[in-house]
């Protein structure tokens, strides 16, 4: 039987953890300026616009994203588009985080006082205007702790991705796991570094969030 | 309500408005002309209509019937370059300031001249410069709201009004929200806008000023134009029951 070093595991873990990082990355990035435009939309004042935003975000939060990525796999393939795991993953993590952005988001313009719409209303600016230098500047500062907290979400939720065979933290895990018959060390070393990865989220979050109430 | 043409000689031209919150009439029926360079104060107990009156005159608030123009535009809900193109003729000042207080107070001035008209940073500067000194508040340009005490922010609410260069400016009880000793900086500022010319409409519940400044003053009740005259009528003789009580309720 073959023995592994331990270095050539936490090597190969490192190596697949790059993955989780790069998808975490797309889906925050992607998640987030998509997340912006559903903001937009929100608060447009379109008919009906407003709902269909609302059903969007009940959808991804009334399901379990292991479904959703499921769906979003074999979806594609169906629609007869041959992609890859990586591509599937990012594309599925990037609405999910969409949606949830979008709700943090939203709670955030609620919190601005109705006079900061009135105001500008009244100087006649539009409603883009009004939303990128009047109530966006506001809402951002007491978004930026839940939004960094989100990400933390993001990180763990990117482990689902190796149920489609992407090989990030988890599915190395997996692989280490059944290749050295100690699942259990396999599993706490990849438990150890999602938590390097998400604890100093966490942490600045919290310090964020203290910050803006002190 | 048959008679709506519209009167030319009116800057704000309202016609048999008619709004309602749900089941409670609010106003039932206001016909208000306003003249360039005319001077009006609303009086009137709370819930006699008179803020929501002042904000369908720049369509923060909706009605449900009636006409409403200002400088010959008719007000259009709905149309939002209408709207817009209208409320560049309309300035509002808020009971609470409603500053922005991310921006400086120069920069609370500049935001609509530079992103509504299209001037240039530093004309819009300039101007906003202009304003500030014209409140008295020349030195604050680089103040947050926060930094700025009540009276000081009411003033560069009104410089941030003022730099639209609206036809009329709306004042909703502007001083209301203002500890007693700050109320007299901006009633002079008002006063001294007066003076120059600007078309007052203004909800206040300061009597002596609105017997001072005043060409008109308009009695509210219950959702109506109950009484309207100038100040010395107004307020040396009050024709109906409710004005009187109204007036002597404040003299208590």
């Known amino acids: 039987m073959v023995q592994f070093a331990l270095w050539d ?37 379109l008919p009906g616009v407003g709902t269909a935003v609302a059903w969007y975000v009940q959808l991804f939060q009334g399901t379990p994203l292991l479904m959703q990525l499921f769906l979003v796999y074999f979806g594609l393939a169906l629609l007869g588009w041959d992609t890859s ?54 809402a951002a500062r007491v978004a930026i702790a839940p939004t960094v907290g989100f990400l933390v979400q993001v990180i763990k939720g990117t482990a689902l991705a190796s149920v489609i065979g992407f090989v990030e933290l988890t599915k190395a895990g997996q692989m280490i796991s059944n290749a050295t018959y100690q699942p259990f060390m396999a599993y706490t070393l990849v438990g150890l570094m999602y938590f390097a990865l998400c604890y100093p989220l966490s ?10 109430l002190a | ?135 008295g508040l020349g030195d604050k340009f680089d103040r947050l709201p926060e930094q700025l005490s009540g009276g000081q922010q009411q003033r560069v609410a009104i410089a ?21 000793e700050l109320v007299g900086e901006v009633l002079q500022v008002v006063e001294m806008l007066a003076s120059e010319g600007m078309t007052l409409l203004m909800v206040t519940h300061e009597m002596a000023f609105a017997r001072k400044v005043s060409d008109r003053v308009v009695f509210m009740h219950q959702g109506l134009i109950h009484e309207m005259g100038t100040p010395d009528e107004i307020f040396n003789r009050p024709q109906t029951p409710e004005l009187q009580q109204f007036l002597s309720a404040l003299r208590d």
Request: net charge positive; proline share 4%; with cysteine.
């Open chain 2, 1 to 135: 309500m048959s008679n709506t043409t519209p009167s030319p000689f009116a800057l704000v031209d309202i016609q048999g408005l008619h709004k309602s919150f749900g089941a409670t009439q609010v106003l039932k029926g206001i016909d208000l002309q306003v003249r360039r360079k005319e001077v009006v104060c609303i009086i009137g107990k709370s819930g006699s209509g008179k803020s929501t009156l002042l904000r369908c005159i720049n369509g923060l608030e909706r009605f449900d019937s009636g006409h409403l123009a200002v400088d010959g535009q008719a007000l259009q809900h709905g149309n939002a370059p209408a709207m817009r193109e209208l409320r560049q003729h309309v300035g509002m000042i808020f009971q609470s300031f409603n500053l922005f207080p991310h921006l400086s107070a120069g920069r609370n001035v500049m935001l609509a001249p530079s992103l509504v008209k299209g001037l240039p940073k530093e004309e819009a500067r300039t101007r906003a410069q202009t304003l500030l000194e014209r409140v």
């Open chain 1, 9 to 45: 595991i936490l090597g190969f873990l490192v190596g697949a953890m790059r993955w989780t990082v790069l998808l975490s990355l797309i889906a925050f990035a992607g998640g987030g300026l998509m997340g912006l435009a559903l903001l937009m939309l929100r608060f447009a004042k």
């Open chain 1, 85 to 138: 795991p990586m591509v599937a993953a990012s594309l599925c993590l990037t609405l999910y985080a969409s949606a949830y952005l979008t709700e943090i988001w939203r709670g955030c313009v609620m919190s601005i006082p109705q006079g900061q719409w009135e105001a500008s209303s009244g100087l006649a600016l539009t409603y883009a205007q009004q939303m990128r230098h009047v109530i966006l500047p506001q």
């Open chain 1, 203 to 212: 942490w600045w979050s919290q310090r964020l969030e203290n910050r803006r």
């Open chain 2, 160 to 180: 941030r009004a003022l730099a639209m260069a609206p036809s009329v400016l709306l004042c909703d009880e502007i001083t209301s929200a203002l500890d007693p």
